[in-house]
């Protein structure tokens, strides 16, 4: 037994060795593959001549390299400097696999041209300046060609390697340049059908998770109290995520998409760790510190990467570990308390678990040469083993969800017959309050009827008592707008009428008397400036004040207050016949312009300004009893139409010498 152990640790550590001390080829020492070998595909494993100068000759199978210094170039070292290297290698093939197709299958990160026996056999990429170079991993397709004798082969490659001006972020490649060769039939032949296996398998896995992933996303939409239904649907898209991007790195040609695959890469894993920790400690967890934690990690992670990515990669998987430990702990600790959902998930997650600790023995027991997993189960059965542990977790996850649905459906089922007896408990008395309140409803309603009748009412007087106080205009503006602005009119008429004597009459007929008197005269001014279309601004005392050309312009504006007067005037004449207590009345009038608008925000009054407006006061205080005086601009506007008498300049206060005239009578046209 010590012997076989002994023999075990000899056979190890030559294997080692083997690895690490490299046979140097050369023309001379070719390297000799046999046909097995070839058919198998075999590398180029031996320490090979290698020149930093950039020289077309090198490929020429004639050339001298034995000053040529010797080099791995299958090693992780990557050249340090922008410009393309030659490497040269000397083989033999087996007699059997002469003018057999042959090809390389190669894998690089850089731009390569292969040369077998000086002749160029294919590109990789493509080698030129800065511009126009371009780099590639591999072809999708290897170029085909064979060897004619068994005589010793020229392997000449120029090689350019991404150096550090044009590193990724991660490294991708365990090696700069790996050279296989191989039979064509059986690489072509094996190679179509791994990319049918592995696409199938790939999109397989893709659309599942991606279609679990979005049921769930809906689910949670649809009910957001459910967050593990958030959780289960990025560790789902997560896993499709990551086998697209398996399937994208298999498929990779360009070594510019390395970043791009990387970092999604990277992100799918720590979604998973993320996705996976949120829905167990969601189902099974009490500590929410602890989660949040745990999703601020995840979060940092994705920090970490962008400014370093090596290093937020190598530490990533310690946080996929410790969450796997968590979920398994609270699983297991779930189980002990009985928990009926912590059967159904654990069990899947407990298999998956399960799964990989068989996976990572049985890798020490194959790397110790103890057991081969293989040669035991065989590879048909693992993989359905592989392909049932897989989907254990998801297939647990939507057992436990048919359950849960299936509890909350037979809860309602429950709470729904219970709904339905105490419906018909109080059906007779919800039909009373029912009775009740459409009888309360239908007083209501009456009540409301009634009382929008009177504010109906109400309504009619304001907006009555609004037009008595404001033009109709004005008035429809402020309601509208809740105020109305101050307006310039270029052309209207200002009429000013005033007792003669009122203060004198006043104490002879005495202050009711005298009150009904000023009423009933100035109701009949109102009428009179109603029926010639002038407004009336307000009164002052015994004063009345009117004007004609606003807010609504008109034309005639100072023949219609002329007209006005001499009705005032008849009325007054008239008044006399019946009632000797009538005061006799003097009329003053004046054309021009002025502002009118609301005065106040608290008992507002329409009224107007300017010096139109003094002016027309100045006319009636230097009329004479019976008379109507009019100014020079009015004169000008009714002259055609109204006989008047001119009186000459008089003085007035404030304004000295001014034009005036008596009006007559109107002119018969």
Known sequence: MKKNLLFKFLFSVFVVLQTFCFAQNSREKPQIFTDKQIKEGVSFEEESKFSETDNSAFASPDFDDSKWKYIDFSSKKVYSKDQPYWIRYYFKIDSAAVNESLCFNISQLGASEIYVNGKKIESIGKIGNAKTTQFRIKNKVPTLFSLGNTEVNVLAIRFLPITKSKKTVVNYSPVALDVELTAANEFLAEKVEMMQVFNFIAMLICGIFFALGFVHLLLFLFYRKAIYNFYFSTYNLSIGLLS???????????????????????????????????????????????????????????????????????????????????????????MI??????????????????????????????????????????????GYVLGFIFISFPISISAYLAWEFASTNLSLVKQLDEVNRLSDINLKQEQEKQQILKDQNDLLEKQVDERTFELQKEKQKTENLLLNILPHEVAEELKENGSSEAKYYDEVSVLFTDFVNFTQSSEKMGAEKMLVELNECFTAFDLIMEKHGLEKIKTIGDAYLAVCGLPIKNECHAYKTVLVALDIIDFIEERKKTNPDVLDIRIGINSGSLIAGIVGVKKFAYDIWGDTVNTAARMEQNSEKGKINISESTYQLVKDKINCEYRGKIHTKGKGDMDMYFVIETKNI
């Open 244 to 334: 697209f991007m398996v399937h994208s790195f298999f498929e990779m040609t360009d070594p510019d998409q390395i970043n791009i695959y990387s970092f999604l890469s990277f992100l799918s894993i720590v979604v998973f760790g993320a996705s996976l920790t949120g829905f167990v400690n969601t189902l099974f967890g009490k500590s929410k510190l602890r989660l949040k934690i745990m999703l601020g990690i995840a979060g940092l992670f994705l920090v970490i990467f962008y400014f370093s990515a090596a290093l937020a990669i190598s530490f990533v998987f310690f946080y996929i570990f410790f969450a796997a430990i968590e979920s398994f702990y609270l699983i297991i600790r779930a």
């Open 337 to 382: 308390r009985r928990e009926k959902s912590a059967f159904i998930v654990g069990g899947g997650i407990l298999t998956f678990f399960l799964f990989v600790v068989m996976v990572i023995i049985f890798n020490i027991l194959d790397s110790l040469n103890i057991a081969d997993p293989d040669k035991l189960f065989g590879d048909e059965f693992m």
